[in-house]
Structures are given as structure tokens and as C-alpha cells.
């Protein structure tokens, strides 16, 4: 049974950053794809960014240069460091497992003066 379990969201300002962590267990992590989805209030969820099990990256276009996706496969911990933080980038982010298609519970990111 794969779960994944996200963390440090928050309200921050804009122009500023933050840092999701997704713990994973239940899964030979090393060899899964993963990615970061979020959904804003009223809108689909969408994908934000998705590495490979070798660590190639893949980003939207409205989070280019700004957001990184990363992963520790010792670890078995996927992360998201997001600079330079915009209003629209305000919603709730999950992690996603694509081989298992598990889905973490969420964590809010708000950004807001």
C-alpha cells in the first residue's frame, strides 16, 4: 500500500518561497515516476511539475524558472522548491505516485500580501 504524505505548505508573500516535501512508503520510490498537482478553488487540477525515476524533470510553463522538482531516492522523499511566488500559484499541491496513480492528502500553499 503506497502513501505519500506532503508538508510545508503555508501562507507566504509574494516574491517569496517555499519548500513541499512529499514522504513516500510503500513503494520501491527509486523506480516511480512522480510528480506535484495542484488545484486552485474552482479549477482542474493540473500537473506543476513530474521527475523521472532517473531525475529528469518536467514543468509547466507557468512555473518555468521559478519552481524545482527534486527527489532522494535514499530517502524516498520527493520535493518542490518554489521561488518567487505569485497570487496565482495559490492552491492546494499534492503528490502523485504515476506508477501507483496513489495521490498524497494535499498541503495548502497561499500566497498573499
Known amino acids: 500500500q503506497v502513501q505519500l504524505v506532503e508538508s510545508g505548505g503555508g501562507l507566504v508573500q509574494p516574491g517569496g518561497s517555499l519548500r513541499l516535501s512529499c514522504a513516500a512508503s510503500?513503494?520501491?520510490?527509486?523506480?516511480?515516476?512522480m510528480g506535484w498537482y495542484r488545484q486552485a478553488p474552482g479549477k482542474q487540477r493540473e500537473s506543476v511539475a513530474t521527475?523521472?525515476?532517473?531525475?529528469?524533470?518536467y514543468y509547466t510553463d507557468s512555473v518555468k524558472g521559478r519552481f524545482t522538482i527534486s527527489r532522494d531516492n535514499a530517502r524516498n522523499t520527493l520535493f518542490l522548491q518554489m521561488n518567487s511566488l505569485k497570487p496565482e500559484d495559490t492552491a492546494v499541491y499534492y503528490c502523485?505516485?504515476?506508477?501507483?496513480?496513489?495521490w498524497g492528502q494535499g498541503t495548502q500553499v497561499t500566497v498573499s500580501s
Open positions: 521527475v523521472s525515476s532517473g531525475g529528469s524533470p
Open positions: 502523485y505516485d504515476l506508477h501507483s496513480r496513489t
Open positions: 510503500g513503494s520501491i520510490f527509486s523506480i516511480n515516476a
